[in-house]
Each structure stands twice: as structure tokens, then as C-alpha cells.
């Protein structure tokens, strides 16, 4: 209870809010001004595939809202998170707290392209990653550097977190990705000169009429040819509405065990 209230006390100096999560079941700590998470971890949450008691690694957790979702999964036996930015390492640290979640979650403050000095070689079952999403210079550059950081690749481009995950993962293991669609044939590239076979893609759409928003690829670890393709995902309806898929996926991770 004294860290709970030490947590509150802490939130309030650094203009901070505590947010829920799957129907109350979890709280996290987001800055009010600043790098906070989108729909992209929900759709990542739900697409990712575990074997029972699989070790997972987050790379680039962020605030932690991936490892606070995925600690709810019955197959994930621990989650280790690796953040480069302090302010939010720290900000994770204290959602875990909050959650009481400290056997569940690990956090390293980190950069994955160091990834040799954080965790060992072929440690992991499975790999997580929703990396900055644009190159440098492509895009003008937040000026808030926790934002700018998430989503551009100042500190880290997708082919080192894709190393950083192939030198993490067991022979075999999974990594889970979410990636702009505009950007695919690069992400698929990578993957495969880093030993990380694409086998399970799911394209997200905004609405029926729309272009294509986003990919979800599962790769495997020195895996063999041959990729699944999923049926689409559209999250709005033409009303702007949540379709029935987006409505089922929140449901299934509020009741998630």
C-alpha cells in the first residue's frame, strides 16, 4: 500500500495519468503530455500466438502497455521489457508496481542495439515488437523527444530491433511485429537476412474503402518457406464506428486468462 500511495504521490509531480485497461483489471502510468500508446498495441496483443510458458521479450516496451496486456496471457510464463528512453523505463517500473506484477514483468533500460550487454543469447521463446515506424527524415520530427524517439528511428532502425530479436530468440522461437503496410516488402526483407521466416501476415485496414494501414507478421527462427495470409482486419466502419471484429477483439482481451 506505502509504494501504491509513494506511485500516486510521484504521478501527480510528473503530470501523469493512470489509465485502465482490460475492463479495470489493469492500470497504466501515461505521461498527460507526451509519447502515449494507440490501437496498434491491442491489435498486436491480440495477433500474438504463445506456447505455454514462453519467456518473452519486449523490445522497445515504451510505457509497457504490450507487457501489462501480455502478463494476462495464461502461456506467457515472464516478460522482460527493454526501453532506451529512462523517463519511460522508469514510468513501466512503476505501472508494474501498481499492478503488482513485479514476478511477471521484468524492465531493463536499454538500448537493443547493445542488446549482448542486457540478455543472453537465445534466452527467449518469443520476441514482441511495435518499433518507430518512420525513418529519419521522412516526416517532420516531434519536438518532443519521447515522441519523436517512438516513432521515428532516431535510436534504433527495424533491422537492428530485428537483430536484436534474432541474437534474443531460441532456434524456432517467435517474433511478433506490427509494422506500416507502406514499409512491408523492407520488414520482410529484413526479416529473412535475419534468419526470422515470415510465416503469418495479417493486413489491417482503417475501413473497407481505405488503403492499407498496417501489417502484423509473425516470423520464426530459422523457420522454413511458406507464409500464411489472414483475412483482413478493418477497424472503423463507414459511420466511424468500431467494427465487430475491433469489438471482439477488445472483449476477448478484457476476458483473457
Not at 55 to 82: E, K, M, P
Not at 222 to 233: A, D, F, H, R, V
Given at each position: 500500500?506505502?509504494?501504491?500511495?509513494?506511485?500516486?504521490?510521484?504521478?501527480?509531480?510528473?503530470?501523469?495519468?493512470?489509465?485502465?485497461?482490460?475492463?479495470?483489471?489493469?492500470?497504466?502510468?501515461?505521461?498527460?503530455k507526451?509519447?502515449?500508446?494507440?490501437?496498434?498495441?491491442?491489435?498486436?496483443?491480440?495477433?500474438?500466438?504463445?506456447?505455454?510458458g514462453?519467456?518473452?521479450?519486449?523490445?522497445?516496451?515504451?510505457?509497457?502497455?504490450?507487457?501489462?496486456?501480455?502478463?494476462?496471457?495464461?502461456n506467457?510464463?515472464?516478460?522482460?521489457?527493454?526501453?532506451?528512453?529512462?523517463?519511460?523505463a522508469?514510468?513501466m517500473k512503476?505501472?508494474?508496481?501498481?499492478?503488482?506484477?513485479?514476478?511477471r514483468?521484468s524492465v531493463?533500460q536499454?538500448?537493443?542495439?547493445?542488446?549482448?550487454?542486457i540478455?543472453?543469447?537465445?534466452?527467449?521463446?518469443a520476441a514482441?515488437?511495435n518499433?518507430?515506424y518512420?525513418?529519419v527524415?521522412a516526416?517532420k520530427?516531434?519536438?518532443?523527444?519521447?515522441?519523436a524517439?517512438?516513432?521515428h528511428?532516431?535510436?534504433g532502425t527495424?533491422?537492428d530491433?530485428?537483430?536484436?530479436?534474432a541474437y534474443?530468440l531460441?532456434?524456432?522461437?517467435?517474433?511478433?511485429?506490427i509494422?506500416?503496410?507502406?514499409?512491408?516488402?523492407?520488414?520482410?526483407?529484413k526479416m529473412?537476412i535475419?534468419?526470422?521466416e515470415?510465416?503469418?501476415?495479417?493486413?489491417?485496414?482503417?475501413?473497407?474503402?481505405?488503403?492499407?494501414?498496417?501489417?502484423?507478421?509473425?516470423g520464426?527462427?530459422e523457420?522454413?518457406?511458406?507464409m500464411?495470409?489472414m483475412?483482413?482486419?478493418?477497424?472503423?466502419?463507414?459511420?466511424?464506428?468500431y467494427?465487430?471484429?475491433?469489438?471482439?477483439?477488445?472483449?476477448?482481451?478484457?476476458?483473457?486468462?
Amino acid at each position: 500500500m506505502r509504494d501504491f500511495l509513494a506511485d500516486i504521490s510521484v504521478l501527480r509531480q510528473n503530470d501523469e495519468s493512470l489509465d485502465e485497461l482490460m475492463v479495470g483489471r489493469l492500470n497504466i502510468l501515461q505521461k498527460k503530455k507526451g509519447y502515449r500508446f494507440s490501437l496498434d498495441a491491442f491489435l498486436l496483443t491480440d495477433f500474438i500466438r504463445l506456447k505455454k510458458g514462453s519467456a518473452v521479450l519486449d523490445l522497445g516496451a515504451g510505457g509497457g502497455i504490450l507487457s501489462l496486456l501480455l502478463s494476462q496471457c495464461r502461456n506467457c510464463r515472464h516478460i522482460t521489457g527493454i526501453e532506451i528512453q529512462k523517463a519511460l523505463a522508469d514510468m513501466m517500473k512503476r505501472s508494474i508496481r501498481i499492478n503488482r506484477l513485479s514476478d511477471r514483468i521484468s524492465v531493463y533500460q536499454g538500448d537493443v542495439r547493445r542488446i549482448e550487454a542486457i540478455v543472453n543469447p537465445r534466452e527467449f521463446d518469443a520476441a514482441v515488437l511495435n518499433p518507430p515506424y518512420r525513418k529519419v527524415g521522412a516526416g517532420k520530427i516531434s519536438p518532443d523527444h519521447q515522441k519523436a524517439i517512438a516513432r521515428h528511428e532516431v535510436e534504433g532502425t527495424i533491422g537492428d530491433f530485428l537483430k536484436a530479436a534474432a541474437y534474443a530468440l531460441k532456434s524456432s522461437g517467435c517474433i511478433h511485429v506490427i509494422y506500416p503496410a507502406a514499409r512491408v516488402v523492407e520488414l520482410i526483407y529484413k526479416m529473412r537476412i535475419n534468419h526470422l521466416e515470415p510465416k503469418r501476415l495479417r493486413i489491417v485496414y482503417s475501413h473497407r474503402d481505405a488503403t492499407a494501414e498496417f501489417v502484423l507478421v509473425e516470423g520464426l527462427k530459422e523457420g522454413g518457406e511458406e507464409m500464411e495470409i489472414m483475412s483482413p482486419l478493418f477497424i472503423y466502419t463507414k459511420k466511424g464506428q468500431y467494427t465487430k471484429m475491433m469489438k471482439d477483439i477488445f472483449r476477448n482481451l478484457s476476458t483473457s486468462q
